[in-house]
């Protein structure tokens, strides 16, 4: 038997942001979004148009429906469609161990819109998907990831040698882990956060990203038809 979250995923309502499953509808925003070099240099190359996009939505669909991984899909407050994402799927068919993987447009770093939706995600897959151990991967030169991972309350468990093939070098990675016995409801904030502020923050970048999609829409030319399945996790070596 399938457990529920296979046959759908509900949006979940943060303080600042909106997670869901990702839709068809998000293709042209992440294709803009984790297109950016500086977004994807620290992870595994992305779907390189928009109909692989497409292709990359219909997978992620299709692993949920088989209860191997979900995609979530990261929306501010203005938009309908995202700007990130964080992918989850199974290391084992119990899912007791999961492996995560995460990216959102560079407009939305620093805003407080992917802690936000990271507390959610690991919520859910705790509480919801039976997940007793959460696994990440982030290259030792990724200060930002790493230092993301660790704010959350993600222990590191490890470095991995050689571990990530990225711009012809394999790379080292650390290995962190999150535990439902040690996961709060809520990881504390830190003392300086402001909603308000983070609010304001995301709103700018709601605008910015808003005139981008507006500009890419209009010069559409997508393929008619179905596009082809694109296998794609943002961690995976």
Known sequence: ??????????????ELVVVREVAHRDAPTLYEMLGDPRVSEYMASPPPSLDAFEG???????ERELARGVCFAIVPPGLTEAVGIIQLRAQ?????????????????????AFYDAAQLVVSFAFEQMNVHR????????????NGILQKIGAKPEGALASAFPKNGRYNAQFLWALHRETWPART??????SVAEAQASIAAATDETACLLRLQRADD????????MFPFFISET
């Open 1 to 14: 038997m399938q457990p529920p979250w296979a046959e759908s995923i509900p949006d979940l309502q943060g």
């Open 56 to 62: 990359f939505i219909g997978w992620a669909r299709r």
């Open 92 to 112: 084992d068919p119990s899912w007791f161990t999961a492996q995560w993987g995460f990216a959102i447009g560079l407009a939305f770093w620093a805003t407080g």
């Open 134 to 145: 959460l696994e990440a991967r982030s290259m030792v030169t990724n200060g930002r990831g």
């Open 188 to 193: 504390a904030r830190p003392s300086r956060f």
């Open 221 to 228: 030319r997508r393929k008619a038809g179905v596009p082809r």
